[in-house]
């Protein structure tokens, strides 16, 4: 079987916030999708060995962030490559309690649902939560981003969304020169996340220009979506 194939599925991306004891947790999610809509039901599929899986089993609640183009790769890498066992993912982040009890962001989001769960559903190494939609509010006008579209920005095959016209029109942009020497330095990847800094983009949103070798970057210059440390980048072969 060729496995590409499920590439050709088109997806979302989110942010499935859960609740337990009064803790909150999320995490990235591409499996939501609406099953009814009188009454209006939503499903979503987690892994079981995560955290957020264990938090709506338990309180049976969860919300849904959906996630807009213009979202930072380092918002999504804070949500799908840091654990909630070890930090608290909302603690810097603009959000409420929710009617079911479950965080809603309030930032980097197009908007809302939340759902009590109705069914589950054991699928290998997922569950299908099926919830009952007991709130959503549309709060940007923004796309919505694709799973396809954040693997483009993942791989630097398009420019970041943060990247105005007008910012790069300005006098931090690189000059015609510069993004042409930049195409041809090689390209590197995290060894984590798969993240390819593409030195013809640079990383603007982490002050780094168009044009700027990966060499050249500093040290203490992070991945932009799961945040290691350059030394964990391998030169694109």
Request: proline fraction near 5%.
């Amino acid at each position: 079987m060729d496995g590409k194939i499920f590439h050709k599925i088109s997806y979302g991306l989110y942010v499935i916030g859960a609740v337990k004891d009064g803790v909150y947790n999320g995490q990235i999610a591409n499996t939501v999708f609406q099953i009814s809509a009188e009454p209006a039901t939503i499903a979503i599929g987690i892994n079981k060995k995560n955290l957020t899986h264990d938090f709506i089993k338990e309180s049976r609640v969860f919300s849904v962030s959906v996630l807009p183009k213009s979202v930072p790769l380092s918002f999504i890498g804070h949500f799908g490559f840091k654990s909630g066992r070890e930090i608290n993912k909302y603690q810097t982040l603009s959000y409420k309690k929710g009617v079911t009890g479950a965080p809603v962001l309030l930032e980097n989001t197009a908007g809302y649902l939340e759902a009590e769960v109705i069914q589950s559903i054991d699928v290998e190494t997922h569950t299908v939560f099926i919830g009952r939609v007991t709130a959503g509010e549309v709060l940007s006008q923004e796309e919505p981003m694709t799973y396809a579209y954040y693997h483009q920005l993942k791989r630097g095959s398009v420019p970041s969304a943060e990247v105005s016209p007008k910012k790069e029109e300005g006098k931090d942009a690189a000059t015609p020169k510069e993004k042409k020497e930049g195409n041809k330095m090689k390209k590197y990847v995290c060894d984590v996340c798969g993240y390819v800094y593409d030195p013809a983009e640079g990383d603007p949103d982490s002050g780094i220009a168009p044009g700027t070798a990966f060499e050249d970057i500093p040290e203490d210059w992070v991945c932009p979506v799961c945040g290691v440390s350059k030394d964990q980048f391998t030169e694109e072969e």
